[in-house]
């Protein structure tokens, strides 16, 4: 029974993957990151996420506080902020967060604060659906993993 | 079987200041069998090179004369160097530069990878010394280009060493030959 468990929850993996892929959330980037992912190194895609969050946290509230300010006219400091963000974002297959990361450069370019405000509402949006999507298929992985565990003690 | 190990791997030093990056470029190479050393600028690339000065002379006691990357009589052993191009301080042209320049290092290859597609950006690495550039993300299929540039450092060296003992070219054994990699040739240490 707990064998079915398992091969349903890889089913509902794949399911959720294939979503993602989908509506543009993540790309094949993201694959990479798994196929890098082995007996040497286990956890990579989680710790390189983890980091991911870390830092595009900060960057959502240095953007944020950069923006609130009256006096705000460092335009170019935002523009660095915001091609850390595309970076990293790119490099985890981040697609639709970065997306909007570019942009929002684009309106931080053109010195337009408004544009400015309006990109940082939905780059956080999206960041936050990001982030649930993430915590999801991590939660998904790991009952896969027990489940799996339990009938086969030794995982491929 | 730990040191015949580390004797034989290729050592790469890779550059880049954003951690996510770091952290992928080192699980792609380790993934490849090589040893990775990452920092995070050009300045802690020159440090751990032993490129401190402008005079790299006063740095260096010994004139040791390095013809090949896997040169084992250097206290650093680097056979190649992978950096990032947009970098706070020292971009990776500017570091491209330095080790071309340098008569210690200037044999090494270098890569460079880059977020931004400007093809003139390309070119002048390339025209500079660049060995390879890399489109990020890099993935494996970047990384598997390495190893020819990595093979042909082993091969100079094998060719230098050939040539002093005798000139019988019957045999070619010095050819790049990119799909076998030759491992009696990598333990000459």
């Known amino acids: ?156 | 079987m730990g040191n015949m190990a580390t004797q034989t791997q290729f050592h790469v030093l890779a550059i880049d200041d954003s951690l996510i990056d770091r952290k992928l470029i080192e699980r792609l190479l380790k993934t490849s069998s090589y040893q990775v050393t990452a920092v995070d600028s050009g300045s802690k690339a020159l440090e751990f090179l032993g490129l401190n000065g402008e005079n790299e002379d006063e740095e260096r006691n010994s004139s040791v004369e390095s013809v090949s990357a896997a040169d084992e009589d250097h206290q650093v052993g680097v056979n190649l160097i992978i950096t990032d191009y947009c970098m706070p301080g020292m971009t990776g042209y500017d570091l491209l530069r330095k080790i071309k320049q340098s008569s210690s290092f200037k044999d090494i290859p270098v890569v460079i990878m880059s977020s931004e597609n400007i093809p003139s950006r390309i070119n002048r690495c390339l025209e500079d010394g660049a060995e390879e550039f890399f489109l990020k993300p890099v993935k494996l299929s970047d990384v598997n280009k390495l190893r020819p540039h990595l093979m042909k450092g082993i091969t100079t060296k094998n060719e230098m060493q050939s040539n002093t003992n005798k000139r019988k070219g019957s045999e070619e054994i010095q050819s790049p030959d990119r799909t076998r990699p030759r491992y009696n040739e990598l333990e000459v240490v």
């Open chain 1, 1 to 156: 029974m707990l064998g079915l468990d398992a091969d349903r929850l890889r089913a509902d993996l794949n399911r959720l993957l294939a979503f993602l892929f989908h509506q543009g959330i993540l790309d094949e980037q993201y694959l990479q990151l798994q196929q890098l992912q082995d007996e040497s190194s286990p956890n990579f895609v989680s710790e390189v996420v983890n980091i991911y969050f870390h830092e595009s946290e900060k960057l959502l509230r240095n953007l944020r506080s950069l923006l609130m300010d009256r006096e705000f006219s460092d335009y170019d400091k935002m523009g660095i902020h915001l091609n850390q963000f595309i970076g990293s974002s790119s490099s985890i297959g981040a697609k639709r967060v970065r997306n909007v990361c570019v942009a929002f450069r684009t309106a931080s370019d053109q010195n337009n604060r408004a544009g400015c405000l309006r990109a940082l509402e939905l780059l956080e949006h999206e960041y936050c659906i990001l982030k649930n999507k993430l915590h999801e298929l991590f939660q998904m992985e790991q009952q896969r993993l027990l489940a799996a565990g339990v009938r086969y003690p030794m995982l491929n």
